[in-house]
């Protein structure tokens, strides 16, 4: 086994669930997301010594499972159903704050819950997010700002209060 | 969760960290498998440049062979993807089916690929068959996402509802029964149980309720679409 095989495994070890769960926040289906992480996990043992050198491996493997998911939509004809599409659940979440938040999050536009994703489950500032996808570090600030206070809304005890009732 | 009047940023990103943590991911693939997959992919990219020079031609050919035979599914090793649902080889020998709420189903391929995937399935279009008894076992079989008695699931527009299938489970002898039903409405509903192979009888009429099965409706109801599902025993 060579050494860039090491390399990518225990990559590919440590990353795998996080950026699962990145894809999944931003797709909202979990199936989609695995094969579309899976794909791009190939891909970037494909192209090994470029993206090893990448700045953040893997905000590239995410990114790359976001366009793979994205080209097979376009190859069908259809626009990547980001917007109007609710993670799946889990028959292990209760009914409660979890699923309200995780409601929350599925309805936020789909570039405020691309940030807040890359933010979560890779730990990236916001420099960095935007290099990511492609825009200004304000722009990047604006959308975590705006989703965050989104997701704010559903934490406050007047939401929980209603929820009880 | 303590919750205060003004949570910090931080506050909020790591309660959503939370919430979307709580969904279980699946375990994952093996690393030899994906390495294998990038190195059939390096090897087509390469032999792809190599192939430029004739795919004009072969383009115009696989251009009147689609429009001959359709669209073909796009398919990936252990995934089959259809406009209408996604059924995912798992490596435990279940099978797990991703339904897209906004799309119709098509039952004959559904039946293919429930069959390829070796589920014993049996779909019908505009009836559903039934076994009276019903075999039991039907929930250890299927699990189907979200509960359908959750309100989460209750709540959801254009939640993609998720069925597992646990073929090594279904008792001897059954299949299991799929009825998609055109309704008014321009949406279908889908009815599904265990049958006993050598005992059941059909009916052209769309069951009220699932008494010993599962049952979901697809299909446009607006911008987001939506499914909504309910389960018996």
């Given amino acids: 086994v060579s050494d860039q095989q090491t390399e990518f495994a225990d990559f590919f070890q440590a990353s795998w669930e996080p950026c699962l769960r990145a894809v999944v926040a931003i797709v909202g289906s979990l199936q989609l997301a695995e094969d579309q992480v899976a794909e791009a996990f190939a891909k970037a043992w494909a192209s090994w010594p470029k993206v090893r050198r990448h700045p953040a491996p893997r905000a590239w493997v995410v990114r790359t499972a976001l366009n793979a998911g994205a080209s097979w939509w376009r190859r069908r004809g259809r626009e990547l159903p980001l917007a109007d599409h609710d993670p799946m ?8 704050l979890d699923a309200r938040l995780l409601t929350a999050i599925c309805r936020l536009p789909p570039r405020q819950r691309e940030v807040i994703a890359l933010r979560i489950f890779l730990d990236l500032d916001t420099a960095t997010i935007a290099g990511q996808l492609g825009i200004e ?15 704010r809304r559903e934490l406050t005890p007047t939401n929980n209060m209603e929820a009880g009732q | 969760m303590n919750v205060h009047d003004e949570l910090s940023d931080n506050e909020v990103l790591r309660a959503a960290s939370k919430s979307l943590s709580a969904l279980p991911m699946a375990r994952p693939p093996d690393v030899g498998a994906i390495m294998a997959r990038g190195r059939r992919r390096r090897r087509h990219r390469l032999s792809g440049v190599a192939a430029l020079s004739v795919a004009a031609a072969g383009t115009a050919l696989v251009l009147g062979l689609t429009g001959v035979l359709g669209p073909a599914s796009a398919r990936a090793p252990g995934t089959i993807r259809t406009a209408s649902f996604t059924l995912v080889s798992n490596s435990n020998g279940t099978a797990t089916l991703t339904i897209n709420p906004n799309e119709l189903l098509d039952a004959a391929a559904l039946q293919n690929d429930l069959n390829q995937d070796g589920i014993p399935a049996m779909v019908t279009s505009g009836s559903f068959c039934s076994s009276d008894p019903a075999p039991t076992g039907f929930s250890q079989v299927v699990s189907f996402y979200p509960p359908p008695t959750s309100a989460f699931a209750q709540q959801q527009k254009g939640v993609h509802p998720t069925i597992a299938f646990s073929p090594a489970a279904m008792p001897a002898g059954t299949k299991l029964s799929f009825g998609v039903f055109q309704l008014d409405s321009g949406r279908q509903q889908a009815d599904f149980e265990l049958i006993n192979v050598s005992s059941y009888t059909c009916t052209s009429t769309p069951p009220q309720g699932p008494d010993n099965g599962a049952q979901f409706q697809v299909g446009p109801t607006g911008p987001a679409g939506s499914a909504t599902s309910s389960q018996g025993r």
Wanted: aromatic residues 0%; charged residues 20%; proline residues 0%.
């Fill in chain 1, 137 to 151: 570090a304000g722009t990047a600030r604006m959308h975590l700002s705006r989703g965050v206070t989104a997701l």
């Fill in chain 1, 89 to 96: 659940a889990s028959g292990d979440l209760d009914d409660g």
